[in-house]
C-alpha cells in the first residue's frame, strides 16, 4: 500500500549540506583522489603528463576541467586490476559489470568503499521509507553485478529484514513476498513488472501483500512505466541509478517527490558534457554524464564517461535536500539507435507504448539494414484482453501506433502486434534492441 508522502532522510549533515560549504568539501576530496591516481596509477599520471596537469593544479572543483576523460575502455585495456589504487592486499572485494555492452568489465572495492557505497543505499532506501521495521526483498541478482549484494549490505545498514531472494524463480519469489510480508521490493524495474504481472495472475490481490515501495534501477524505465507499476502493486516506485565503476546502485535515488535522481555529490561529483565536443553543458540540458569518485580508495574514477545521456540540475529540493538531481537516464549512447539520421532511445518507444490500451509493457525494437538503409521495426506484444481474431481492429491499431510514433519520435517504423506472452519476459536487464545490422554481411 502507497504511503503518505514523508521524506525520510538518513544523514542529514551530508544529503542537505550548504552548497558552498560541499562544494569546498569537493574540491578537498578531488586534490585527494587526484594525488591518489597520481602518485598509485602509472597509467592515469601519464594521461595527466600528456595533459600537462599535476595533482597541485587542482584547487577547488571548478579546475576538474583541466582533468583528462576515463573512457570504458581504458578499464579493459587495464583489465584487471591496472587502474587500481590500492594493493590487492587491500581490496575487499571484486564486482563486475553485467556487460550488458561489449565486454565485462571489474572494478575493487577497499573495506573504505563498501562503506560508503553501503551508506549511498542506504540513503536511497531510507528515501523510499525504509526503517529498521522493514521487510526488504531484494530480486535482484547477487554475484559480480552490483545489485544485489548492493541492496542488500543498504537494507542491513538500516537495520531493515533482508530477504536475500536474488532474480528469477519469479512463483516462489511471490509466494515468499506474500508469506513473509515483505514490505519493499528491490530489482530491475522489467523484473518489477514480470513480478507484478504474475501477481495478478496469480490471483493474488495488492492488498493481499504488504509491500509499499519499490527501488528499481539498472536500467532505463520511463514516468509511464512508472504509473503502470504503481497501478499494479499499489506502491512508490522509486528510480536508483549506479554503476559498477563509480560504485554500484546508490550513486543517485529519488526521494518521495519523484522528480529526478539526488546524487550523492559527498562521494561523487557529476558534470554533463556535450559527447562529441566534450565541453561541459548547462543545468537541464541533455548530454553525457561524466563523474568523478571523491572517496573511493580502490579504484577511484576520474571523469569517469558513463554513456548515460540525461541533465542535471541544482538546487534545493522540497524534500530539504540540496544535492544536484539528476533526470531519468534516456538512453546510453551505445544504445542509441540512429535510423536515418533521428536518433531513438528504446525509452521513447516504451513512453508511446504505455499509452497504447492494447500494448502490454513487454516490446523490442529491431533494426536491419535493407538497401543500405536502417529499418525500424517495433514488435509490441499484446495484452491477453486483445482479439487476435479481429483483423480489422489490428489492422486500425498497427496504424495508429505507427502514427502515434511519427509524430512523437519524428521517424517511420514498421509495426508488428505479437501475440500476449510472447517476448521473453526479464528477471535482469530488460534487453530491448536487437540489432541485425551487424551480421558481417
Ligand atoms: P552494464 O549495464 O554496463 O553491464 P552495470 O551493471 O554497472 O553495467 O550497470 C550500469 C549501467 O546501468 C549504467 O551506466 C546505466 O546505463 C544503467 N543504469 C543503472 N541504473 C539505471 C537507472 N536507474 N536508469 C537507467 N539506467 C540505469
Ligand atoms: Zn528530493
Not at 76 to 84: A, E, M, T, V
Not at 386 to 395: F, P, T
Amino acid at each position: 500500500m502507497r504511503q503518505k508522502k514523508i521524506h525520510y532522510i538518513y544523514n542529514d549533515a551530508m544529503e542537505c549540506m550548504d552548497f558552498d560549504e560541499r562544494k569546498k568539501l569537493q574540491g578537498e576530496r578531488l586534490r585527494a583522489t587526484v594525488e591518489l591516481e597520481y602518485n598509485n596509477v602509472p597509467a592515469y599520471r601519464k594521461r595527466m603528463d600528456e595533459a600537462g596537469v599535476k595533482p597541485e593544479d587542482i584547487n577547488g572543483i571548478e579546475d576538474i576541467v583541466k582533468l583528462p576523460f576515463t573512457q570504458k575502455t581504458d578499464l579493459r585495456d587495464n583489465f584487471p586490476y591496472g587502474l587500481f589504487a590500492a594493493d590487492l592486499k587491500d581490496i575487499v572485494r571484486i564486482q563486475g559489470s553485467s556487460g550488458t555492452t561489449g565486454k565485462p568489465i571489474v572494478s575493487g572495492y577497499t573495506e573504505n568503499d563498501i562503506k560508503v557505497w553501503t551508506e549511498m543505499v542506504a540513503r536511497a532506501l531510507t528515501a523510499a521509507g525504509g526503517t529498521k521495521d522493514d521487510i526488504i526483498q531484494v530480486a535482484y541478482g547477487y554475484g559480480l553485478f552490483t545489485g544485489g549484494l548492493g541492496a542488500h549490505q543498504g537494507a542491513t545498514e538500516i537495520g531493515a529484514t533482508v530477504i536475500p531472494m536474488s532474480s528469477g524463480n519469479t512463483q516462489r519469489q511471490i509466494i515468499m513476498m506474500k508469506e513473509l510480508g515483505a514490505t519493499m521490493l528491490c530489482c530491475t524495474p522489467s523484473y518489477a513488472t514480470y513480478l507484478a504481472e504474475t501477481i495478478h495472475e496469480m490471483g493474488i490481490k495488492p492488498e493481499e501483500l504488504k509491500l509499499k515501495s519499490g527501488c528499481f534501477g539498472a536500467e532505463p524505465w520511463t514516468e509511464e512505466m512508472r504509473q503502470h507499476l504503481e497501478d499494479l502493486l499499489d506502491i512508490d516506485a522509486l528510480d536508483i541509478y549506479g554503476l559498477t565503476e563509480i560504485g554500484g546502485p546508490g550513486v543517485a535515488f529519488e526521494c518521495m517527490e519523484k522528480h529526478g535522481m539526488h546524487i550523492n555529490e559527498d562521494h561523487v561529483l557529476a558534470e554533463i558534457i556535450d559527447p562529441v565536443t566534450e565541453e561541459p553543458l548547462p543545468d537541464d540540458t541533455p548530454g553525457e554524464l561524466v563523474f568523478t569518485t571523491l572517496t573511493k580508495t580502490g579504484a577511484p574514477m576520474i571523469r569517469y564517461r558513463t554513456h548515460d545521456i540525461c541533465t542535471l540540475h541544482h538546487g534545493t529540493c522540497a524534500c530539504g535536500r540540496t544535492t544536484v538531481k539528476m533526470s531519468r537516464i534516456t538512453g546510453r549512447t551505445d544504445d542509441m539507435l540512429v535510423v536515418r539520421g533521428v536518433n531513438v532511445f528504446p525509452s521513447q518507444i516504451e513512453a508511446v507504448l504505455m499509452g497504447v490500451k492494447e500494448a502490454s509493457a513487454h516490446y523490442m525494437l529491431v533494426v536491419d539494414r535493407v538497401n543500405s538503409q536502417d529499418k525500424l521495426t517495433v514488435q509490441v506484444e499484446l495484452k491477453d484482453d486483445v482479439d487476435i481474431n479481429d483483423a480489422d481492429k489490428l489492422e486500425k491499431l498497427v496504424a495508429y501506433i505507427k502514427t502515434q510514433i511519427k509524430q512523437t519520435l519524428l521517424i517511420s517504423a514498421k509495426v508488428e502486434l505479437l501475440p500476449p506472452k510472447s517476448i521473453a519476459r526479464s528477471e535482469g536487464k530488460a534487453k530491448r534492441i536487437t540489432d541485425n545490422r551487424n551480421t558481417g554481411f
